[in-house]
């Protein structure tokens, strides 16, 4: 069960490297290291000696993505151990970048939607960032009734981490949050709530 | 037929500030405060000449905050077909208009870490009040500003007065000077936005430097005074209401309809805000687009037409009114 069809719905354009930039800079979770080894055979490895690439290995470390970047010789490839990590040096980096830098993020949704909310606090206008989706449709979901947020939920309804309460998952996102919403639902009749279904593999 | 409610407005002053350019402020007649406008904002000002009524849009430049008058500036051009030359040399102090309520097709970014403007002559009465607003709000920001002469350049030597020279740089044609845009723009802090408002080369040429260097098109904006060139006499038919009304060679389509009774929908009547599109049922000759609206193949289809800015080539078009 999920409310599907809200605007809000992010959707994503794809890498697609502009030459013009005079850097780029990639944030890579998981499957997103694909994204970019992609990008290399479509527009040939140039922008590489102007990259920077952070990547997090994420749910995919078994897929040992890193050593295939590593090979790639972009200019600086950062291997962080969690996501926050990632995102914090992504901060500092973003703090210190100038106007022709192009940032490029590719993932999971959740991992698209907290890099963009770091980037967005640099006034960046998130049109103007390269996403793609890569790897799980896991999704990252903010119950509206105690705003806990639950990582990677991949069915609706699912149990709020937070309260317990039984979610069903809607298609509105919140930029913010980088977060999905999930309403109660088995707020009439407690216990009614129908099973889950595995909506986001 | 607009979504304005024009307001009655009273010349309270009008001063001379530079090589044929006039500033003017209005207070309204019923003695009411203005509406607080954002700093890119401009009116359309409607001037009663004899019997003819003009309508030109005018960049607000005085402060936003300042409820009590709205202030413009005007370049009187040469051949001017009417509007200009009516506000320097018919328009005098205690005289009556009307105003149309502010619209902003030009405001800043209230995201960015930081603004860069870069006018071109008249092109600067947008950033006055911008600057101002961006003052009161600790933005931070800069000028860069090319003048003709610097007799002819408005409101340098204040500018620099109240910002600071290291806020508000003077480019003089005259003296060989010219804004160094690519050393502007490399090394800037991501989360610049760039403004540009001058003439049509000026802007083209600017922007199509910042998108060499990879600025994304949403940090750059731009607003151009559109003066597009008249042309022959043409007639349109109104495929609605049967009726045929002549253009004159110095006429737009929009006024050619006002003047015969014919409201038809507008906010900036400079090509810019979409607001007058209207439909081609058919033509016998070539549409001569001149906005900043409509994209490319809108504009070869034939099937659409900016009736502000642009006219035909030819002697008949009959329009979807
Ligand atoms: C958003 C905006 C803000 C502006 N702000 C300022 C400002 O702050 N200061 C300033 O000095 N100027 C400003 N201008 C320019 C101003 O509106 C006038 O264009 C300018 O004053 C010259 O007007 P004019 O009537 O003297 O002469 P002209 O430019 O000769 O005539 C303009 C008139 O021609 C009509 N026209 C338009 N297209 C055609 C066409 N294809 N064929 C025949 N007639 C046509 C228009 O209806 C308009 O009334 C602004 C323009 C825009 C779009
Ligand atoms: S009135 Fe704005 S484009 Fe014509």
Redesign the pocket.
């Known amino acids: 069960m999920l409310v599907a069809g809200i605007k809000s719905r992010p959707v994503y354009g794809g890498l697609n490297v502009d030459t013009h930039a005079k850097r780029h800079l990639f944030a890579l979770e998981g499957e997103g290291a694909l994204a970019l080894m992609d990008q290399v055979k479509a527009v040939g490895p140039d922008f590489l000696e102007h990259s920077d690439i952070l990547y997090v290995a994420a749910a995919s470390a078994a897929h040992e993505h890193d050593k295939a970047l590593a090979k790639l010789g972009a200019d600086t490839l950062w291997v962080a151990p969690t996501i926050p990590v990632l995102l914090n040096r992504l901060n500092v980096m973003l703090g210190q970048a100038h106007m022709g830098t192009h940032i490029y993020l590719s993932g999971t949704e959740g991992f698209i939607g907290q890099a963009q909310q770091v980037a967005m606090n640099h006034g960046v206008d998130p049109a103007s960032l390269h996403k793609e989706h890569r790897g799980s449709t896991a999704r990252r979901v903010q119950c509206v009734h105690c705003k806990g947020i639950t990582d990677n939920v991949t069915t609706s309804p699912y149990t709020c981490s937070a309260c317990g309460l039984p979610l069903l998952v809607r298609d509105h996102y919140s930029r913010r949050l980088g977060a999905f919403q999930g309403v109660n639902i088995d707020a009439e009749e407690p216990g009614t709530a129908p099973k889950p279904q595995e909506l986001f593999p | 037929m607009t979504i304005n409610t024009e307001m009655k407005v009273r010349v309270a002053k009008v001063t001379q500030v530079a090589d044929k ?1 006039k500033r003017f402020r209005f207070e309204r007649v019923d003695g009411e405060p203005m509406p607080v406008f954002s700093g890119g904002a ?1 009116v359309i000002v409607s001037m009663r000449d004899g019997k003819a009524l ?6 607000l ?1 005085s402060s936003p905050e300042d409820t009590k008058g709205y202030e ?6 040469e ?9 320097h040399e018919t328009l005098k102090e205690g005289d009556e208009l009307v105003l149309s309520q502010p619209v902003n ?2 405001p800043f970014d209230q995201r960015a870490k930081k603004h860069i403007m870069m006018a071109g002559g ?1 092109g600067i ?2 950033f006055l009040a911008m600057m101002d607003q961006m003052e009161r709000e600790g933005k931070n920001f800069e000028l860069h500003y090319a003048v003709r002469t610097r007799t002819h350049g408005a409101y340098w030597k204040d500018l620099q007065q109240r910002y600071g020279a290291h806020r508000v740089k003077v480019y003089c044609d005259a003296e060989n000077l010219f804004i160094p845009v690519e050393k502007i723009l490399a090394n800037q802090p991501l989360g610049t936005h760039l403004y540009v408002c001058g003439p049509a080369g000026m802007i083209n040429g600017v922007l199509g430097k910042a998108r060499d260097m990879g600025w994304p098109k949403q940090n750059l904006h731009s ?9 022959k006499a043409f007639q349109v038919k109104l495929a609605k209401s049967s009726r045929a009304i002549d ?6 389509i ?2 050619a309809l006002e003047a015969n009774g014919v409201d038809a929908p507008y906010l ?5 805000c979409g607001q007058c599109e209207t439909g081609v049922v058919s033509c016998d000759g070539a549409l ?1 687009h ?1 906005d900043h609206f409509l994209e490319p193949d809108d504009k070869a289809s034939g099937r659409k037409i900016m009736i ?4 035909i080539k030819g002697n008949e078009v009959t329009l979807d009114l």
């Open positions: 350019v401009h003009r309508r030109n849009p005018y960049s430049m413009i500036s005007v370049l009187r051009v051949n001017s077909r009417g509007g200009s030359a009516f506000l097709l030009f008249i009465t947008p607003e151009e005074f559109l003066a597009p060139p008249p042309g253009v004159a060679p110095h006429q737009s929009l006024e900036c009547r400079g090509g810019a001569e001149n502000c800015v642009s006219r």
